[in-house]
């Protein structure tokens, strides 16, 4: 079965760095992305990478997140540096297979159809 698997999320003080992973079936060829939502906030895109490596992310996050991908160990990563206790939510990855119609890495969620359980990252001040 297709599935993604977040992890390293956990707790950190403001100014801190974490590491977030998604292990995947495979991510070659794929588009991949992190989405985070709050009980508060609808989901919003923080950083997505295409099939050829291109990357986007959300203005909030520039300077401080670097998504990246590692093909040989089928893992999706997102680090995460200079924490602000805004950054404080459930981050989740996702993917989808590249749509030619709309190619690229997107940050709207539609666009993508599988998504993992979700990793808490809290950040406190």
């Known amino acids: 079965q297709v599935q993604l698997v977040e992890s390293g999320g956990g707790s950190v003080q403001a100014g801190g760095s974490l590491r977030l992973s998604c292990a995947a079936y495979t991510v070659m060829r794929y588009d991949m992305a992190w989405f985070r939502q709050t009980p508060e906030t609808e989901r919003e895109g923080v950083a997505a990478i295409d099939k050829d490596g291109s990357t986007s992310y959300a203005d909030f996050v520039k300077g401080r997140f670097t998504i990246s991908r590692d093909n040989a160990k089928n893992t999706l990563n997102l680090q995460m540096n200079s924490l602000n206790p805004e950054d404080t939510a459930m981050y989740y990855c996702?993917?989808?297979?590249?749509?030619?119609?709309?190619?690229?890495?997107?940050?709207?969620?539609?666009?993508?159809?599988?998504w993992g359980q979700g990793t808490q990252v809290t950040v406190s001040s």
């Open positions: 996702a993917s989808r297979f590249p749509n030619w119609q709309r190619p690229g890495a997107p940050l709207q969620d539609s666009e993508y159809n599988l």
